[in-house]
């Protein structure tokens, strides 16, 4: 089965903590995103990656930060300086950055304790 | 920023009406995507429009397109419970990345 994965479903974090966040895709997909989705607000972009050891910020890029160190992989780690990190995080892949069609995975929610 | 806004923000219909909502955006895009996510899960998309067509169906969905008002229609005909969910429309300008609006929520009652 071909798809994009999130892990955890779920994931808390402590103050002060950094916690990472996985994406999975197997779609032989070159460009990968995650999005901050907030009650109200619809998505917006956090970083993007167009090919393997690449990364570009997006609109709400600080207090976060990812690699990609391999094709099928892109984690999102949430850092200490994300004040407000509360929020359902999605992750998408596409074939190429350009006018395609993005494939989402299920999600991760991410609560602070 | 936020270059797609959907309209209207809520809906509410009866199971076998039509929906109809709309995304208005601001700067010229080189295709507009309607994707739809269920309560807690990931968006799914449903249909891609290029900026050189004006219409497209799938099922019982039915895009538009009018570059000229910078706006598209999703029509959904003969709802059913199941297609209760959000819809956002995605347009992509000189960056080619999709950038989101707020979301219609579209709740059918059976």
């Known amino acids: 089965d071909g798809g994009i994965t999130q892990s955890p479903k779920y994931l808390f974090r402590k103050e002060g903590q950094n916690v990472t966040l996985s994406c999975e895709q197997n779609?032989?997909?070159?460009?990968m995103y995650w999005y901050r989705q907030d009650p109200g607000q619809g998505l917006r972009l956090i970083y993007y990656s167009q090919i393997v050891n690449d990364f570009q910020k997006g609109d709400i890029a600080e207090g976060y930060s990812v690699s990609r160190e391999k094709k099928e992989s892109f984690p999102l780690t949430v850092t200490s300086a994300q004040k407000n990190p509360t929020a359902f995080y999605l992750c998408a892949s596409s074939p190429r950055i350009r006018g395609e069609t993005q494939y989402f995975g299920p999600g991760t929610r991410l609560l602070v304790l | 920023s936020q270059q797609g806004e959907e309209d209207p923000q809520a809906l509410s219909i009866q199971e076998g009406e039509n929906a109809t909502m709309n995304c208005s955006y601001k700067t010229s895009i080189n295709n507009l995507q309607w994707y739809r996510q269920n309560s807690g899960r990931g968006l799914v998309h449903l249909i891609l429009i290029r900026s050189n067509e004006r219409e497209k169906h799938s099922g019982r969905l039915r895009v538009t397109l009018d570059t000229s008002k910078k706006s598209s229609s999703l029509l959904i005909t003969a709802s059913r419970a199941a297609d209760t969910a959000s819809y956002f429309c995605a347009t992509d300008a000189g960056s080619y990345i999709p950038t989101f609006g707020r979301g219609t929520s579209l709740i059918v009652h059976p």
């Open positions: 779609l032989n997909h070159d460009a």
